[in-house]
T-cell receptor, first 117, second 112 residues
Framework: GAGVSQSPRYKVAKRGQDVALRCDPISGHVSLFWYQQALGQGPEFLTYFQNEAQLDKSGLPSDRFFAERPEGSVSTLKIQRTQQEDSAVYLC???????????????FGPGTRLLVL | AQSVTQPDIHITVSEGASLELRCNYSYGATPYLFWYVQSPGQGLQLLLKYFSGDTLVQGIKGFEAEFKRSQSSFNLRKPSVHWSDAAEYFCAVGLNAGKSTFGDGTTLTVKP
């Protein structure tokens, strides 16, 4: 069956450009998460959706970062006026249930590698 | 604040040898603990997870992990490593609402 997919897989942006990263979760999965993984580090939580509702955006590093999931399936992470420190791999994960319980299994996509020059 | 420490940045083992990857956590309650593997260009794949009950957890690909509350540890083990196990391994603590705190990973190299 299809897993979590992300596009584009690679993105090179000039500093100051806006970028949009797409995540297609597993069909029927209620929860969707975005993580940022800097080089040599573990993923860091950015934001969490339950269906179309963004329930937690505490990890977004600045107001240049914006995420949406308007119909409760596909999600887009948008970064405005990109900076060099935004260079990282952006991972999307989905899980079947609403994450009221912390132990719900997350399924990760392959990530989008963003390089800001 | 919750945190996860993986003390070994890089480990090299010979094929067929046993493996232990260390993970220590700081958390205010009984944690949900996970081990993931990440191959180059791939997303993270769940190897195993611990919520409660038996402190020795079996996972996929022949991996197991043992939760030791007294040591705040959740070390990953495999009795005999295969060349295909070369990858990066992440330990994580599951927090409320499902968001996880990850360690910085351990890179495993397997010598032939």
């Amino acid at each position: 069956g299809a897993g979590v997919s992300q596009s584009p897989r690679y993105k090179v942006a000039k500093r100051g450009q806006d970028v949009a990263l797409r995540c297609d979760p597993i069909s029927g999965h209620v929860s969707l998460f975005w993580y940022q993984q800097a080089l040599g580090q573990g993923p860091e939580f950015l934001t969490y959706f339950q269906n179309e509702a963004q329930l937690d955006k505490s990890g977004l590093p600045s107001d240049r970062f914006f995420a949406e999931r308007p119909e409760g399936s596909v999600s887009t992470l948008k970064i405005q006026r990109t900076q060099q420190e935004d260079s990282a791999v952006y991972l999307c994960a989905s899980s079947l249930k609403a994450s009221g319980g912390a132990g719900e299994t997350q399924y990760f996509g392959p990530g989008t590698r963003l390089l800001v020059l | 604040a919750q945190s996860v420490t993986q003390p070994d940045i890089h480990i090299t083992v010979s094929e067929g040898a046993s493996l232990e990857l260390r993970c220590n956590y700081s958390y205010g309650a009984t944690p949900y603990l996970f081990w993931y593997v990440q191959s180059p260009g791939q997303g993270l794949q769940l190897l195993l997870k611990y919520f409660s009950g038996d402190t020795l957890v079996q996972g996929i690909k022949g991996f197991e992990a043992e939760f030791k509350r007294s040591q705040s540890s959740f070390n990953l083990r495999k009795p005999s490593v295969h060349w295909s196990d070369a990858a990066e391994y992440f330990c994580a603590v599951g927090l409320n609402a499902g968001k996880s705190t990850f360690g910085d990973g351990t890179t495993l190299t397997v010598k032939p």
